[in-house]
């Protein structure tokens, strides 16, 4: 309890109070203690509000990411996008693909979510259990291969549903900030020439958070066995991961490429929540030395002394209280550029992931022709779909990514509009090959999109169905 007492007089003399207060300890914690109730005792507001992660966040404060609120709907991104299940069939974002919810139930997600998405093996724990980096260093190559339930039983009886934990970002001797998942973004930093030793106490405000929130790759043997995982920034520098440096990595080795897409038959990699990545790339509030822990877990108070909100979520569902420390045109205000960004990013990424599944279509006609015994230039369609690929790569970036823009609105934009041109001109090849080969091909290629949505294999999700289908090329103001 004394830890009660000293740490407001520690905020009292100083009045920014960002660090552990290095409150006198009750008892002593193993370095790598993974049972976050032995940290209670030493430090009870930060686990209170990090158990709160299990409860639903408020419904109705947040415009896109209505993740699992209290209105106790599931919303998904396959409905939310319905281009998305047409290009993700032929795997398990194709047929369960969630909006996230809180911390505490990142384990258990895995667990119930359909079977189609863990079929990557025991490598899917990588961002889930604490257990990890342990679990790799004892197992090896088995932690990637051995089937999900395999590995999942490998870990602790008692933790076999527990989350990202104390363990994962803090010391136990004296909750200090630490990278544990080291063979993931310990390497990758390694990789960039980036010396962990060297990182400020800002970076590591946001380096926790890299541990999980970034894109990754899980590289595949002869059998599509997984093998490896790891972060696609090999040609990227700290502060500069580019989503044209993610693709070329992606690119540079056929055992990068995870899955068939179903409708092209092209094989292909994947791009999954790309926060880190896309924040860091130059946004004006890395530039200005923000970290993801300004935003997500700003100062609360907790009885009389002030922590760090370890009940991480969207902000817009706490009133923006993070923001407003550091900006004085009040929550409406805010709350209104937020929209305005994210609105913006909804309907470009829209449009873009329209047009690449017209290219997708299209591929699907012409490979059937071929099929047939139609003649198509190989050279129109190699080169279509290299537009293709690198339409349909962006368009994962920034539907994965997870602030719909707001991390990075100009960076956003950017890549959506490079997505928009790629598959303009991937189509308009493709329609070159096809007159030359005497296949018609009408001016609107049907997208056959409600199929797609609701044939998605066993499992039917309790999702929102009322999908409205605008027509995207419609001339409109915005969508
Ligand atoms: C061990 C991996 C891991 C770490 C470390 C991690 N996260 Fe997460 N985070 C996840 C996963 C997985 C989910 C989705 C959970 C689900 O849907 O079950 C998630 C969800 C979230 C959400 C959505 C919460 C909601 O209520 O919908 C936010 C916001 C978030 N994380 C921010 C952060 C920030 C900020 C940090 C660093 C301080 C961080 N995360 C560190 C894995 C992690
Ligand atoms: C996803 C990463 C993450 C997890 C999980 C996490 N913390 Fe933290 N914690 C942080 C960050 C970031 C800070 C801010 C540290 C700073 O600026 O020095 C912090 C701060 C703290 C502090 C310093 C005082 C304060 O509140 O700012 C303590 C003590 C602490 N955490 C304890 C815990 C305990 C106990 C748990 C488990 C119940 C836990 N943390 C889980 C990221 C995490
Ligand atoms: C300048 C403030 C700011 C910073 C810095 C920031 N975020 Fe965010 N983040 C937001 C806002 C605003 C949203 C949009 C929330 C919404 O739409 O409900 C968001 C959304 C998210 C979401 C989705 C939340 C949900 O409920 O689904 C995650 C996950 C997330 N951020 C993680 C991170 C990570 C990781 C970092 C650091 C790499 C980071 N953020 C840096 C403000 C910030
Ligand atoms: C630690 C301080 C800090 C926090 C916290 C912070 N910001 Fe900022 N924000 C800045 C700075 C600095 C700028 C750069 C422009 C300026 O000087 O006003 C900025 C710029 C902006 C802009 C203008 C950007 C543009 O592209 O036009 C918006 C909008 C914004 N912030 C919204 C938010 C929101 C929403 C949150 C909370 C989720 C937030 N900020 C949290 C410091 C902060």
């Not at 997500?296 to 909100?309: A, F, L, W």
Request: include cysteine.
């Amino acid at each position: 309890m004394k830890n009660k007492i000293f740490y407001p007089l520690f905020c009292l003399v100083f009045a920014a109070c960002s660090k552990s207060a290095d409150p006198i300890k009750i008892s002593s914690i193993a370095d790598k203690e993974y049972e976050p109730q032995k940290w209670q005792a030493n430090y009870p507001a930060e686990y209170e509000l990090w158990e709160k992660t299990k409860e639903p966040t408020p419904a109705g404060k947040s415009y896109y990411k209505k993740g699992w609120d209290t209105d106790g709907k599931i919303y998904d991104k396959l409905s939310e996008f319905p281009y998305m299940p047409l290009l993700f069939k032929g795997w398990g974002f194709g047929i369960e693909y969630n909006e996230p919810r809180g911390h505490y139930h990142m384990l258990k997600d895995v667990l119930e979510v359909d079977s189609a998405r863990r079929k990557a093996g025991g490598v899917c724990l990588t961002c889930k259990t604490p257990y990890a980096q342990e679990l790799r260093d004892k197992y090896g190559k088995d932690y990637f291969s051995k089937p999900f339930e395999t590995v999942h039983s490998w870990i602790p009886k008692n933790h076999r549903e527990l989350g990202v934990a104390c363990v994962s970002c803090h010391k136990g001797e004296n909750a200090d900030l630490r990278i544990l998942n080291d063979f993931t973004l310990g390497a990758a930093l390694r990789n960039m020439n980036f010396d962990l030793k060297s990182a400020s106490h800002q970076d590591m405000r946001t380096l926790v958070c890299a541990q999980c929130h970034v894109t990754y790759v899980v590289s595949k043997d002869k059998e599509m066995k997984s093998q490896n995982v790891f972060f696609p920034w090999n040609n990227s520098k700290y502060g500069k991961i580019n989503i044209e440096d993610i693709i070329k990595t992606i690119k540079s080795d056929p055992a990068n490429l995870e899955w068939t897409q179903a409708v092209t038959g092209f094989k292909l990699g994947f791009i999954r929540h790309p926060e880190f990545e896309l924040f860091s790339n130059q946004s004006l509030h890395w530039k200005a030395g923000l970290s993801c822990a300004d935003c997500h877990m700003p100062y609360v108070r907790y009885g009389s002394y002030k922590v760090s909100d370890h009940r991480v979520m969207s902000p817009l569902k706490n009133g923006l209280r993070a923001c407003v420390q550091c900006h004085s045109q009040g929550e409406e205000w805010l709350r209104d550029r937020i929209k305005f960004t994210q609105d913006r990013t909804v309907s470009m990424l829209i449009r873009s992931g329209y047009s690449t599944a017209v290219s997708a279509k299209i591929f699907e006609k012409l490979n059937k022709a071929r099929s047939e015994g139609k003649n198509i230039d190989k050279n129109l369609y190699d080169k279509a779909r290299e537009y293709y690929e690198q339409a349909f790569y962006r368009i994962v970036f920034i539907g994965a990514e997870n602030s719909l823009g707001f991390h990075n609105p100009q960076e956003t934009l950017r890549v959506l509009a490079d997505a928009s041109s790629f598959a303009a001109k991937s189509e308009a090849l493709l329609r070159q090959a096809a007159a030359q080969a005497g296949i018609y091909l009408p001016e609107k290629i049907d997208l056959e999109l409600n199929k797609y949505l609701t044939d998605r294999g066993e499992k039917k999700l309790n999702f929102d169905s009322k999908v409205e289908f605008k027509d995207p090329f419609k001339i409109q103001d915005y969508f």
